[in-house]
């Protein structure tokens, strides 16, 4: 009853062929993998920048908060000059 054989799994594979086509599962392996490249470049991106836009892209903001209420915080967003 546990795992179950290549049988099994051959026959699963076989089904999903017979529905899908190769062709579709093709396109849909090479849509996986382009997914999956885009992802490990954006990780790879962040960490090489250090998350930090490039100087002189952003302007740099300052944020302040003033409390006005006991449940309102009203925040202001000015660029730092």
Same mark, same amino acid.
């Given at each position: 009853m546990g795992s179950f054989s290549i049988?099994?799994w051959?026959?699963v594979?076989l =089904?999903?062929?017979?529905i899908f086509?190769?062709? $579709?599962?093709?396109?849909?392996?090479s849509d996986?993998g382009?997914?999956?490249?885009g992802? $490990?470049?954006? =990780? $790879?991106?962040a960490?090489? &920048?250090?998350?930090?836009?490039?100087?002189? &892209?952003?302007?740099a903001?300052? =944020?302040?908060t003033h $409390?006005?209420?006991a449940q309102?915080?009203?925040?202001?967003?000015?660029?730092? &000059?």
């Amino acid at each position: 009853m546990g795992s179950f054989s290549i049988w099994h799994w051959l026959i699963v594979l076989l =089904v999903v062929i017979l529905i899908f086509g190769t062709k $579709k599962l093709k396109n849909l392996g090479s849509d996986l993998g382009g997914a999956v490249k885009g992802f $490990k470049d954006g =990780v $790879k991106g962040a960490q090489d &920048s250090g998350d930090a836009p490039a100087p002189g &892209s952003v302007p740099a903001q300052q =944020v302040t908060t003033h $409390k006005t209420d006991a449940q309102t915080v009203d925040v202001d967003a000015k660029t730092k &000059s």
